[in-house]
């Protein structure tokens, strides 16, 4: 990929034109390259190379570390850095899955993790700028999120975490949403995996205890790759997984596969390629022979979301790696679990838009408060058509925001009808950010639309966020069936 320079340093600019990230920059300084503390080991594909990781700061006395590692944990602690992988058999031992005695979030952590959220925002905010124009992935931005125990937030307490809930979940990447979108996308995934796991402990205790594991050394980050290139609704996936001995090897390509050169674990699904195929989830390893990173991904926005494709030649997966193998009908209660997932995800991905609409407001408000153009003695802001227009954007996010953070802890006491708005509320919270975004713009004019602010990326990020989005007419098909089938009841 090409690099493309930027209109003006952000040393060259006044401090009024510079975002409050990038004003923080010099109290933040960051050396952008993965640490030795990652858990990744993916190799792109020969198109691009990858940067060799400097030392790790994860291994910091309580920083980014699960509850097993806590020094009152009676545990040793495993987060040093360290560059060379041991093998599976040296590992210290994760947290083994026991029975606590409230599955409660443990709220003091929770609240930790989240008292670190501001400076975090600010180390994502100073270096977004560049991570955009180069399209280059954020490692120390993720450190960071890592560091403050923030990827780690919805491991359950089963398994030694907090055990940080939709509502919470809600509120961090709406937060990191404000610093840097691509940040909270990747972060946003993670999330949603060790949730999931909290939930229905579908991995098995060996893999996921490695994941934990990997955790306490430094980011470890997950996600599970579905989409594939050309495929339609209903097929089966085109990705294929062979017998070989006692595990198999996957074979296919997987596209829009977000944070794809940093991930630890990738849960990929496949067919079999028997008589009868079986669809199941995968289990592979980031670093595993035979994989690699097609750096596909040049969009418009979240273009450090490192979204690429990932090709699979022949990836050996253990049998016990190998999940879900019972054919193409869910399992009893797989489709409520379903629904949950896709509830979480909703509302998640609903935050971090609306967080990139705040951030765009907040540019928006200081540009308003600044700006006096040579035909007026006041700013801007003191206009009433400026008042107005502001207002209207507000007004259009405290609308996003109490749908999604209300739906958020309704999901969270398992109400059925809060899990079946998530769509629809996804489809209006992420229609509201727009707008705002591109109402900020118009309001702008030649300055809104300037490499030199924030703010056309702001609106590169709100639009890109729709690939995370169904499309219209599936969510409002499904929501006008529903009202079809109410209105049918006696």
Known sequence: MTTRAADRSSADRSPEERSTGERA?????????????????????????????????????GVGRLAADRPDSGRPDSSRPDSARPAPAAEPAAPAPAPAPD????????????????????????????????????????EAVHEAGLLTLTVSRTYGGPGGTLADTVRVLSQLGRGD???AVVTAFTLLRHAEQGRRADWPTAGYRRLLTESRRGPALVNTLRAEPGAQPGELPQTVARRDGDGWLLTGRKTYCTGAEALAWMAVTARTDEQEPRVGTFL????????????TWDQLGLRASASHDVVLDRVRVPAELALGLGGRQPANGAAAEAELSRAWHDLALSAVAIGVARAAESWLVRFLNQRTPANLTEPLGTLPRYRCALGEIEAQLIGAEELVEGLAPRVDRGEPDAVARTGPAHLLATRAATAAVQQAVALTGNPGLSRRHPLERYLRDVLSSRVHLAPDETVLEAAGRAALERGARP
């Open 181 to 183: 979108a691509s940040v």
């Open 103 to 142: 599955d409660a979030p443990d709220r003091e952590a929770v609240g930790t993790a989240l008292a670190g959220l501001p400076r975090v925002v600010d180390l994502l905010a100073a270096r977004a700028e560049e991570h955009d124009r180069d399209a280059t992935f954020p490692y120390q931005g993720i």
């Open 284 to 295: 592979v390893r980031g670093e595993s022979e035979g994989l690699e990173i097609d750096p």
């Open 25 to 61: 920059s010099a109290d933040h300084p960051l050396d952008d390259r993965p640490s030795n503390g990652w858990s990744s080991g993916v190799r792109l594909s020969a198109r691009r190379s990858r940067t060799a990781p400097p030392p790790s700061t994860s291994g910091q006395p």
